[in-house]
Nanobody, 115 residues
């Protein structure tokens, strides 16, 4: 089993920044295939950023140049640094880990971008 706990969401003005954290525990062998998704109510969950193999990263086009995913392997944590936030970034952000083809999810943290 894998447990994921997100933190760091909140209310921020357009143009502002936030940093999300995800702490992983349980049967974690690596932080590969681990990342962030987001979901607006009524919409499908979409990929924001992820680590693939060997520390390579993948970003949604909508966040490239504004968001940065990083990780601390020793602490089993990943992070999402979000800069120049836009109203359309408002969503619940979920931490995800794919282990052996099984997806594990955190409970999510709400990010609201509003003036």
């Amino acid at each position: 089993q894998v447990q994921l706990v997100e933190s760091g969401g909140g209310l921020v003005q357009p143009g502002g920044s936030l940093r999300l954290s995800c702490a992983a525990s349980g049967s974690i062998l690596s932080l590969n295939y681990m990342g962030w998704y987001r979901q607006i109510p009524g919409n499908t969950r979409e990929l924001v950023a992820e680590f693939t193999t060997n520390g390579n990263t993948n970003y949604a086009d909508s966040v490239k140049g504004r968001f940065t995913i990083s990780r601390d392997i020793a602490r089993l944590e990943i992070y999402l640094e979000m800069n120049d936030l836009k109203r359309e970034d408002t969503a619940v952000y979920y931490c995800n880990k794919n282990r052996a083809g099984v997806n594990y999810w955190g409970k999510g943290t709400l990010v609201t971008v509003s003036s």
